[in-house]
């Protein structure tokens, strides 16, 4: 069975700082992987996918992930936080093109300090 | 703007009653699903429909019921069965063929149990 993980349920950075989220997965095949973001009382808003090809994936907001295989992660990062990127952010996982069975990791709030 | 409209945004209810929240999406999507939020446990799945008139039980459907008589509509109906319904409630929906793999959330219903 599928399974994610995400290492710290809450993360705080500075303002202009790196961001750096993590999540693993536990697969017996290469997974579709996901980032999603969800802010206050919102639905969840797709950040980035990693489906094949390149592992480096880049998104909106100038986040980006990559994927490695060899870890099992798929850490999401960028450069420079903003005060905007404050909010929740969900890794999720499904093995297969229909999306039919997705996984949620539990999520990880991220605050950004002035 | 094509999108997913969830109703009421916010809705309470006192132990016993049944409660119908309401998921309308206006994307042509083939699928359509509802996840369960609780704080720090990310999405669960309670139901999730591949096409009209055929929907399938997903992790934690006990107390919760659902229907898929358009395209365009998949109701769930929270019943007095389901013994902590207290939660944040995400319709979801994805275009049916093989690689369109990306969920498409709604805003969410927060459901309160007085």
């Known amino acids: 069975a599928q399974s994610v993980t995400q290492l710290g349920s809450h993360v705080s950075v500075s303002e202009g700082a790196l961001v750096l989220l993590r999540c693993n997965y536990s697969?017996?095949?290469?997974?579709?992987l996901f980032w999603y973001v969800q802010y206050p009382n919102q639905g969840l808003q797709l950040l980035l996918k990693?489906?094949?090809?390149?592992?480096l994936v880049k998104g909106i907001n100038g986040f980006e992930a990559e994927f490695k295989k060899s870890e099992t992660s798929f850490h999401l990062t960028k450069p420079s936080a903003h005060m905007s990127d404050a909010a929740e952010y969900f890794c999720a996982v499904t093995l297969d093109n229909y999306g039919q069975n997705f996984v949620f990791g539990p999520g990880t709030r991220l605050s950004v300090l002035p | 703007d094509g999108g997913i409209t969830q109703s009421p945004k916010y809705l309470f209810r006192k132990e016993g009653q049944n409660v119908t929240l309401s998921c309308e999406q206006n994307?042509?999507?083939?699928?359509m699903y509802w996840y369960r939020q609780d704080p720090g446990q990310g999405l669960r799945l309670i139901y999730y429909?591949?096409?009209?008139?055929?929907?399938q039980k997903g992790d934690i459907a006990e107390g919760y019921s659902v229907s898929r008589e358009k395209k365009e509509s998949f109701p769930l109906t929270v019943t007095s069965a389901q013994k902590n319904p207290t939660a944040f409630y995400l319709c979801?929906?994805?275009?049916?063929?093989?690689?369109?793999?990306?969920?498409?959330f709604g805003a969410g219903s927060r459901l309160t149990v007085l």
């Open positions: 429909s591949q096409i009209v008139n055929d929907f």
């Open positions: 994307l042509n999507h083939d699928a």
């Open positions: 697969s017996s095949v290469p997974p579709y």
């Open positions: 990693y489906t094949t090809g390149a592992t």
């Open positions: 979801a929906s994805r275009r049916g063929e093989f690689g369109a793999n990306v969920l498409t």
